[in-house]
């Protein structure tokens, strides 16, 4: 899960905020990580450190930074083509395991995701939990996308 002191922050600054995020079922969590290796093509006995180092040469850049004051993350959602109907499931690198990493509303990362990926400033990768795919936001903010699962990258 999201680090403690990232929740509490946006709790006490935000106490009207919905609660979020939510722990995925032991059964999705396993398919999607199955989904996840086969489409960078890791084995299943892959660890973390090298799913982010293969998600991180899989992703390919675009334009946009996290940092930026007028950054749009529902943009890049869309760019990306992420399908946000089940959620995003949020994996910030340094602080936790992909197997613990949190699942969000679309509505709540998009408003309050500067909670979560600031001011630490980890690396973060957002999925779509429905068809995969991907937005990395690195520690820099520097953005890049991977389509989902299985897809051609089409228009982007």
Excluded at 29 to 55: H, Q, T
Excluded at 97 to 113: K, Q
Aim: proline share 6%; net charge negative; charged share 25%.
């Amino acid at each position: 899960m999201i680090a403690d002191w990232k929740l509490e922050r946006l709790r006490r600054d935000h106490p009207a905020a919905p609660a979020e995020p939510r722990a995925m079922p032991d059964e999705d969590r396993r398919r999607f990580r199955s989904e996840l290796l086969a489409s960078i093509g890791l084995p299943g006995g892959a660890g973390d450190a090298e799913i982010a180092l293969r998600l991180s040469s899989e992703c390919r850049p675009m334009v946009g930074n996290a940092a930026d004051a007028e950054f749009d993350l529902r943009g890049c959602l869309d760019h990306a083509s992420l399908d946000t109907r089940g959620g995003l499931v949020v994996w910030i690198v340094d602080s936790e395991d992909l197997d613990s990493a949190s699942v969000f509303s679309v509505g709540f990362l998009v408003r309050y995701f500067d909670y979560l990926w600031y001011p630490s400033s980890d690396d973060a990768f957002i999925f779509g939990v429905v068809s995969g795919g991907c937005l990395s936001v690195d520690h820099g903010g520097f953005l890049r996308f991977m389509s989902p699962w299985g897809t051609p990258l089409g228009r982007l």
